[in-house]
């Protein structure tokens, strides 16, 4: 799925960036991501809308992107498919948090404590979007500096 970009898609995909994820209905909202294994996955539960609106349509749009006036650095992947959710993988739900929280999870919002993420009230569970379609775009430029 990760062809011949002009920027390395997969260090790009690599970064604790936020992606935004648009549902059908039209719905748009910021997630924190893992890309792994060829899919974006993110992490969902009883305080959201989404794994109902999944439900009812699995098709989402979700962009990554960077604009960086000091470096001049603009890059952005866009992905198109359908969404699923699947159970809950602890062990994911944590390579997913240690990119934006750090390694050390003594010291992680208790809302984001993989303890916290298991109990059986919060219905965690991890969505899972293998793009049909992949786009990267470069729009970098100078600053001059």
Known sequence: MVGEHAFDVEAFLARPLVARVAAACPSVRPVWFLWEEGAFWWITGAYARLPRLLAEDPRVALVVDVCDLETGEVRQVTARGRADVVAF????????????????????????????LSEPEAETRLVRLAPERLTASDLSFSTGR
């Open 89 to 116: 993988d602890p062990e994911r739900a944590r390579r997913k948090l240690i990119r934006y929280l750090g390694p050390d999870e003594t010291v992680w919002d208790v809302r984001f404590r993989i303890d916290s």
